[in-house]
């Protein structure tokens, strides 16, 4: 019998918040979220047990399923199956600049299994960053913390806030139809025309908007799905790369190899080897 693979973990200090990626084999022992996160559990979870506070219980969530602790930690045990995550704890401060004076995280409400198209935007940003050792600045990081915690003290912690300045901003519906085509057609053309045609803004307007409402571009955004559909069909199917290629939308393996080893910092045989 082969031995387990070992658990790889990281973390990285930006300003105003912290992230900690991790990657663990199937394991019955607890792990633990922290109190006061967001993040993505990028490999989703089958029928894990969890318990936050005085609740308990068992489910199953997909790859790219976002958790949000309150001020009661998560506990994990029974995972089945590898597990990869990211989770950003921002600090009181980025929080209340951006919530305003007394401002703190929500704290009634712990949320898992949640799709949301922002925080996997920026979870997915700052991923590379721990896997690939992508470059992301002060300035760039500084400004996904402010856009990240805006939208969790908004649509998580029901707060009203002044629109930021800037860009105009996607409506969260607007945000989930992009999303959604894009879930669904990973191996299709997903052209400007065709997203920007989900919130009836011109090609030009939505880009913008995009970016501003998720912290990537939206061809960034679509790359970083698909490197994700690729990672789980290396770990959990008998794909040959090349199939895995085309059914993430690359008619050319050498450019699919490039671009999965900027994401993950390894190709996609030497990946699936470590994964399984």
């Known amino acids: 019998m082969a031995p387990p693979a070992p658990t790889r973990h990281s973390e990285l200090a930006w300003p105003g918040f912290t992230s900690a990626w991790a ?17 993505v559990a990028f ?3 089958r029928d894990v047990h969890v318990r936050s506070g005085a609740r308990a219980g068992r489910a199953s969530y997909p790859g790219g399923s976002v958790v949000c602790s309150g001020a009661d ?5 029974d995972v089945r199956d ?5 989770e950003i704890y921002p600090a009181a401060d980025l929080v209340a600049s951006v919530g305003g004076t007394g401002a703190g995280w ?12 922002v925080v996997v935007g920026v979870a997915g940003i700052i991923r590379r960053a721990h896997v690939a050792s992508a470059y992301l600045g002060e300035t760039a990081s500084s400004g996904l913390g402010h856009l990240l915690v805006r939208h969790v003290l908004t649509e998580y912690g029901g707060q009203r806030l002044p629109p930021a ?19 669904a057609d990973l191996g299709g053309r997903l052209t400007l025309d065709r997203l920007a045609a989900e919130t009836h803004l011109s090609a030009h307007h939505f880009a913008r908007a995009f970016k501003a409402t998720v912290g990537q571009a939206p061809h960034a955004y679509v790359t970083a799905r698909r490197m994700d559909r690729a990672r789980l069909l290396l770990a959990t199917t008998g794909l040959g790369v090349a199939d895995v290629a085309k059914a993430v939308g690359f008619a050319n393996l050498s ?3 490039r671009v999965f080893r900027a994401h993950t910092g390894a190709g996609p045989a030497a990946y699936r080897s470590a994964v399984r």
């Open 73 to 77: 930690p998560i506990v994990w045990s």
């Open 106 to 117: 929500p704290t009634d409400r712990t949320v898992v299994g949640a799709a949301d198209p």
């Open 43 to 45: 490999s989703g979870h």
């Open 82 to 86: 590898p597990t990869e995550a990211l």
């Open 23 to 39: 990657w663990l084999p199937p394991h019955a022992h607890e792990t633990v979220t922290g109190a006061h996160q967001v993040g």
């Open 165 to 183: 300045p800037g860009h105009t901003r996607l409506s969260r519906a607007q945000v989930s139809r992009v999303a959604d085509l894009v879930a």
């Open 255 to 257: 450019h699919f190899r």
